[in-house]
């Protein structure tokens, strides 16, 4: 039995693209009935992202980075551009215990539906609002995605081999992490409101997950004025911490303590690696340089696979370098319930479950990512928005042409 923790919590979503959307699929995993409003006719512009009108259609008409993190929501089309439009956002707004959005900082306002417009409306409402570069300052109104803040963080600086230039992180972190956190803020005035009655503004943005990213590099700058550069995949806090070549592939092996090292030399049976350079971890840090290309020496023998085994075994930190797939259909993402799959009649589609687990939830629904506009009528009238109102609305355009055509 679904145990949903949300359930009869109502969400207007208003964002696109990543970070917030990520941030309310995990709200509706856990039972909260998340609408994401989108323009009519375009919708998110995340639907499209990626893919040609081929691939699109292998994937149901969206994108993989739609159907990522858009999973158990109902679409509503709106056009805020019109009156009648934000009447119908404000009329489903009424009935919500949480907004989202990620408009630039003003817009929301723009269409009166910022949070002193809308705590009118729903006195206890939780508002949460993620931009860019915060809601002040001299960047507020400037707009930014994950690799502009990668660059502005810093932490593009230390991504890439120090001799080439900046490379970015594969993924889109900063946007993820940032999810993450409005998630979390969301869930603690819901906890908040559940004792006072109170509803409050939240806010959070890339700028800020950024910078908690990059924390421990900005402590370090701030208590000693060191600043780190680019190592590949090595990391300054110990050695050997970084990819190794191995027969027919890659492995990152990690050995910071001096027992670690010595439990790693052994099971790899190299005498050149038992020297008095590399008998402490200061002396592993003073002769790196030795230290990594030795290593290389002997690991580029081993198969990668038994270069795992054998130092797993020897409680040396060991991972082989997979590629997408053969980390998505990786037997131990699967034992620990890392994905959800859809029922075959509903296509036995794939997707990334929640990061966490928890004793008393022990099935997460998958509806999949909604078509555009989907649910508009039901979940107006479920508002309590009258059919005379949702008819006059649709007729000026506000649900989009569609509805416009048959009222």
Known sequence: MTTEILKGIRVADFSRVFAVPACAQILADLGAEVIKIEEPERGDEARYYGCNAEELEACGGVSPSFHALNRNKLSVGINLALEEGREAARQIVSTCDVVLHNFRVGTMEKFGLGYEDLRVLQPSLIYGEFSAYGPVGDLAKIGANDLALQAHSGLLHLTGEADRPPVRVGTAAIDLHAGMALSTAIMSALFHRERTGRGQFVE???????????????????????????????????????????????????????????????????????????????????????????????????????????????????????????AADDAQLEAIGGFLTQSEEDGGRKSVGMPFSMSEVDEIPFRSAPALGAHTRTVLVASGLPQQDFDRMASQGAFGSAFQKNS
């Open 204 to 326: 959070t943005s890339l700028l800020r997950s950024s910078a908690h990213l990059m924390n421990y590099f900005y402590s370090e700058y701030w208590l000693t004025g060191k600043q780190r550069s680019r190592m590949g995949t090595a990391n300054h806090l110990s050695v050997p911490n970084q990819v190794f070549p191995a027969r027919d592939g890659y492995a990152v092996i990690i050995a910071p303590s001096d027992q670690m090292w010595d439990r790693c030399a052994k099971a790899l049976n190299a005498d050149r690696l038992v020297r008095p350079e590399f008998d402490t971890i200061a002396n592993r840090q003073k002769h790196r340089d030795l230290l990594v290309g030795l290593l290389s020496d002997v690991t580029q023998q081993w198969p990668v696979d038994k270069l795992v085994q054998v130092l797993g075994d020897a409680k040396v930190n060991v991972a082989k370098v997979n590629s997408v797939g053969e």
